[in-house]
């Protein structure tokens, strides 16, 4: 089931895409969009974790500059499109947002007050700042750009965190996977994959990048380990 919900802040509100599982009371997961907005892809992931047993609720978080984008990675002017949101993005915003977005939806009728983060390309790297900067009960950042040149707030992270990396991203180059890699590394809560061959945005539901293979074990990772931080009593 689908619902509309609004997020109301001290700067505006905006809207969120929710997909509802069968089964309430449910733990949260608040999905976080790429440079492409609340698109087909994002509404897929939130029906996918709906599916697990999830109250999924995907932000519009380009309200400001942006609202209601809705692109795919098909073509070059969509491409350059979602490049352009992104470098006009506040990320410090992006993440309050989400903040505002994880109390809101603690509070929605048949939610259990667990709440975790789940994210993609930008929204990995806004899951990972928002791990570091807000805390979750569980968070999820697949291939987090640019993630590397906020390195140093890995000390910050206290709750559990997984990090999918494409070995071949175009986008997050060796250099700056190992420093992802090297600044996570000895916190027993977190752990980072590495996807051999893998171009970025391997789990892109039908993108240029989409790797079937490797996108279905990230998402079974992924899947085990909200459960195993969100679900438990």
């Not at 976080?32 to 709906?50: I, T």
């Not at 990972?128 to 390195?151: E, I, M, Q, S, W």
Request: hydrophobic share 45%; aromatic share 8%; net charge negative.
């Amino acid at each position: 089931m689908h619902d509309p919900l609004r997020i109301t802040t001290s700067g505006g509100g905006f809207p969120a895409y929710v997909a509802r599982p069968q089964k309430l009371p449910a733990p949260a997961i608040v999905v976080v969009h790429e440079v492409f907005g609340v698109n087909a892809d994002m509404h897929q992931s939130c029906d996918e974790l709906a599916a697990q047993g999830y109250l999924a609720v995907c932000p519009d978080l380009f309200w400001r500059i942006a609202p209601g984008v809705d692109l795919s990675d098909r073509t070059e002017a969509e491409r350059a499109r979602g490049l352009a949101l992104y470098n006009a993005f506040d990320l410090d915003a992006g993440v309050n947002d989400i903040a505002a977005t994880m109390q809101a939806v603690r509070g929605m009728p048949g939610a259990t007050g667990r709440v975790g983060v789940v994210g993609y390309c930008l929204g990995g790297l806004l899951t990972f700042l928002t791990a570091a900067r807000v805390g979750t009960d569980a968070a999820v950042a697949y291939y987090p750009g640019n993630a590397d040149k906020y390195a140093r707030e890995a000390d910050r992270i206290a709750g559990p965190l997984i990090v999918h990396l494409a070995e071949k991203d175009e986008y997050i180059p060796a250099d700056a996977q190992r420093e992802i890699s090297s600044a996570l590394a000895n916190r027993p809560q977190v752990q980072a994959y590495s996807y051999p061959g893998c171009a970025h945005a391997f789990a892109r539901h039908r993108g240029i990048g989409y790797d079937a293979d490797a996108a279905a074990l990230a998402n079974g990772r992924t899947a085990a380990f909200l459960a195993r931080h969100l679900q438990k009593g």
